[in-house]
């Protein structure tokens, strides 16, 4: 249903032209970045970037962004690495910079990071609304964000102590999650019912049992018997593993996930099972 590529230095595509390229060879399928770093670009430029990929796309695209969390990516572009609360307040006023701006008329903005003088954007994006934003993290700050302002908000781990892409995480348990949620859904308000919740996999094991598959995974995540409530993990054989799906769509409201392509084979028959075809 969607492509996404993040947004690092390693041996990958970047994701704006990335994408423009899977654009041409696609129709149907969403784009996404998941998720583009903030302070690694000024807003009124990202704007325009965007809105040129949703038209060359036919209006596929929604925009992922983040408050950044590698301090060697930083440092490797010469960018500082402030402290959390600096960066998700700046990455609140790009925010309200790009809806400005995919909104279609001339405007002005003077905040404590970002100021604007005189925008508009061009072109404009296809779909009316505008852009769909997919905002999220692991702590309640950046979760009150995405809340206040995000169409998509990705569940996370707590990037504060973050120091690899995947793993290390204590706090990959449901309970944590649901109250990840309440956070969400207390900055939402009367909006919580439009907004989509995501979590991205972090571990795929098709095993003939749970218990094998929590296993496999547990050098790379952590406690098996974590692993086997987590939402961030699927493992155990396809049926379960579909029955776990249902369950935190019933439970939690989880509807959107995204993996990885090193899980794609593994994924293959549980995403046509999902898929019904």
């Known amino acids: 249903d969607a492509i996404s590529l993040p ?12 994408l423009a390229a899977v654009a041409t060879a696609t129709e149907r399928v ?14 009124a430029v990202l704007a325009k970037e965007v809105t040129t990929l949703d038209v060359l796309s036919g209006g596929r695209i929604e925009l992922g962004m983040g408050a950044g969390w590698n301090p060697v990516e930083y440092a490797a572009q010469g960018v500082p690495f402030d402290r959390p609360g600096v960066r998700i307040e700046r990455l609140a006023e790009a925010i309200s910079i790009m809806k400005q701006a995919f909104a279609g008329e001339r405007f002005s903005f003077d905040g404590a990071y970002y100021g604007i003088k005189d925008l508009e954007v061009l072109p404009r994006p296809v779909r009316p609304d505008g852009i769909p ?11 009150t964000l995405a809340g206040q302002q995000a169409d998509v908000v990705s569940i996370s781990t707590n990037n504060s102590t973050r120091t690899a892409e995947v793993g290390g995480s204590t706090q990959l348990g449901e309970e944590v999650v649901a109250e990840q949620i309440r956070w969400v859904r207390e900055a939402a308000g009367d909006r ?10 972090f571990g ?8 094998e598959g929590a296993e496999a995974l547990a050098d790379q995540l952590g406690d098996p018997e974590m692993l086997l409530r987590s939402p961030f993990v699927w493992a ?3 049926e379960a593993i579909h029955e776990q799906i249902l369950r935190y769509r019933e439970e939690l409201g989880i ?7 090193r899980h794609a084979d593994q994924a293959t028959p549980l995403v046509e099972r999902v898929a019904g075809t």
Not at 30 to 43: G, H, I
Not at 192 to 201: C, N, T
Request: proline content about 9%; overall charge positive.
């Open 7 to 18: 947004d690092h230095l390693g041996p990958q595509f970047a994701p704006v032209p990335g």
């Open 30 to 43: 969403q784009l996404s970045m998941f998720v583009l770093a903030n302070d690694l670009r000024n807003p």
């Open 133 to 143: 934003f997919v905002l999220g993290g692991g702590g309640k700050r950046m979760l």
């Open 192 to 201: 919580f019912d439009q907004i989509e919740l995501h979590i991205r996999v």
């Open 204 to 211: 795929v094991a098709v095993r003939p049992t749970r218990k």
């Open 236 to 238: 155990g054989p396809i």
């Open 255 to 261: 509807s959107y996930y995204t993996l990885s392509q």
